[in-house]
């Protein structure tokens, strides 16, 4: 939930996660002292008056046993029993602290701590992960597995927790998407969004990088594009784009189309970052002009706010082509200038029905800025 909730925040997640909370906490809380009964059946070739411990086991046997399976050593004067009890109800604490706090944000560190947590139970109340993609994780975080592996807890000799950043290849790594959801356009969501809260307390400059990069992943993604993101996004950067050229806007235009619209295409995630920058009292236009400066990019695809069928949503497809970038202030030729106004011209007639974009197209009047 800390990790998918801007891409689908729903009351039956909520109540899955509170349910598996509630579920470890319980099944911690009934750990309790208990006995087990063992029973030898032992063969002796004569009659004898008395029997060693050592009479029972092989004790080559006993050795590789130990050697192969890690065995919970009783502590002397210590009641084992309760010293689990209360490492489970630290760790299912922690998930419950960590899903209030940061619920819905995509949080890296408090991602990576909750996947820990959830391990470091499935380790202590059934001795190994539930699910096989966690395992190199599980080694990597110092949980372990069923079996000796080079951890810290097979190392140390009890559960034993490691850097909650000691399973990262780089800062966008982020734990299996395939434990959240089988769907690839769900995934695919969550690993754009991972780690961007991070960011929030950051300049405008790479705040508005990391936001610019997920924008046009977006547009690359719903744009029916046959390139790779890479040389799409190197695409925008040259001077020969590649791609229909349908006018210029400024970085204020491009701002404000970017900012007045609250609905995007689905599956298009970037309204919800947006979202949570206004909510944090962040000046979104300043990081938006920031992060364009930063990405480099001459080219913007020419976004529009409605689709071919005439329903509400930012969208974008290779077809509607791209704007050209222009500086405000920066000197401009007549044709610039008015390849700029036709758009917001367009715009108002659409807005006041008195003609629909539809009928404009063949004209190459360049549309763009909001049109449907």
Known sequence: MIGRGLTAHTKHLDADAAAYVSEIQSNCTKIRKSRCRMEFVLSLPDVVDSLNPQDFFIMSNLQALIAKHPLLVPFIGCDVSKLLREVGL???????????????SGHSEAVWQAYQCEIAVEKLLWGKPF???????????????GHPTRSLTDGRGFL???DKFSSCADE?????????????????QMQKMFGFADYLDGSPSVLGRR????????????????????????????????MKVCGSATLNQICEVLTCCSHWKPPMISH?????????????????????????????????????????????????????ITETGTAI????????MCP????????QKLCHTSKLVGLGLGLGLGLG
């Open 90 to 104: 630290f760790c299912s604490q922690e998930l419950s602290n960590l899903l209030h706090a940061y619920i819905g």
């Open 172 to 188: 966008n790594s982020c734990p299996p998407l395939q434990m959240y959801s089988n769907n690839p356009t769900v995934q695919k």
């Open 211 to 242: 936001l610019l990069m997920v924008m046009l992943e977006d547009f690359h993604d719903n744009g029916v594009i046959d390139d790779t993101f890479n040389a799409f996004y190197a695409r925008l950067k040259q001077s020969n784009v590649g």
């Open 344 to 351: 917001l011209i367009v715009t108002q007639l659409e807005a």
């Open 333 to 340: 030729s007549c044709l610039q200038k008015a390849s700029m």
């Open 131 to 145: 699910c096989w993609r966690s395992n190199q994780h599980a080694i990597n975080l110092g949980i372990g597995l």
């Open 272 to 324: 919800h970052l947006l979202a949570v920058l206004q909510s944090k009292g962040k000046n979104v236009e300043e990081i938006l002009k920031e992060g364009i400066h930063e990405i480099g990019i001459r080219y913007f695809p020419a976004v529009r706010k409605r689709d071919g069928h005439g329903n509400a949503g930012l969208n974008w497809s290779s077809l509607h082509g791209v704007w050209l």
């Open 160 to 162: 034993c927790l490691a």
